[in-house]
């Protein structure tokens, strides 16, 4: 094989962290794919990657050469789509990341809009509360709420949410409503594990409140569920209680105690030339969110 295939499979190989993987996603046998790192390691003559019997690893200088092979591989794939002019239209797979509750409800209407406008353009959305890692999990772009860290991702702003507390005029009508957060600790509550796995709630000015949930769960959607049933006081981000509060199946509580508001954010890897499928998908994030805002609603 020539050396810019073994690079492709090597990145593949690093990426998924096991050659059986890589082997199958390339589909080619698995000794060629042993055979195509190890040819790249005599021509280098460096180990790029460590084995064992239940493990691989990138060494450190294996990273600094995966790190190079991505960005020449980008280059390449860069180079193909001005040639052919492909970027002048959305075409082939696309695949888009996204919280479950936020998927569904704003992310799912672009990706309508998108297959509907783009007839060669196919997507793939997967829809999960873990935050997905863009590169090793294939992903194009993603959607991401919070503050996001450093790193080599281009963000877009979209919007804004808050976390809040929400109950039900059920449960209020047999409890008070707390004034305070100290006052949590005599109400049942009900954790929604996706914001934290942490014991504690906190709120603006860096106050906190260590809990005991009455009742916990990984699903915001079931959380919200149990406090319109009148289960206890369960914590949520704005969008997600949004339309239970205009209802009135669920009333806000402590809104003065809300920590500040976090951005809602489209991201996809730097790149010097944003393929044409990422770009119509931010133009139309852009468009969705400029007529259905997402922002907290006022404390009053």
Known sequence: ??????????????????????????????????????????????????????????????????????????????????????????????????????????????????????????????????????????????????????????????GEVSQMLAVSPAYLARRDAPAAPAELAGHDLIAFEGITTTSEWRFGGGASVRIEPRFAVNSAEAAIAAAEAGLGITRALSYQVDAALRAGRLVRVLPGFEPPPVPVSALHPASRLVSANIAAFIAAARAYFRATPILPPPCA
């Open 1 to 158: 094989m020539d050396q810019l295939t073994n690079m492709r499979i090597f990145t593949s190989v690093a990426t998924l962290g096991s050659f059986a993987q890589a082997a199958r996603q390339l589909r080619l046998s698995p000794s060629a794919v042993t055979r195509a790192v190890a040819q790249l390691e005599e021509q280098l003559d460096l180990t790029l990657l460590t084995r064992t019997t239940r493990s691989l690893r990138v060494t450190p200088r294996g990273a600094i050469y995966l790190e190079s092979c991505r960005r020449i591989l980008q280059d390449i794939e860069d180079a193909g789509r001005r040639a052919r002019s492909e970027d002048a239209a959305p075409h082939g797979d696309m695949s888009i990341a996204a919280p479950i509750l936020f998927g569904r409800l704003h992310v799912l209407p672009i990706v309508t809009h998108l297959l509907e406008a783009h007839p060669a353009l196919r997507i793939r959305l997967v829809l999960s509360d873990r935050n997905v890692h863009l590169v090793e999990d294939g992903i194009d772009a993603a959607i991401r709420i919070g503050e996001l860290a450093d790193s080599s991702l281009i963000a877009v702003k979209l």
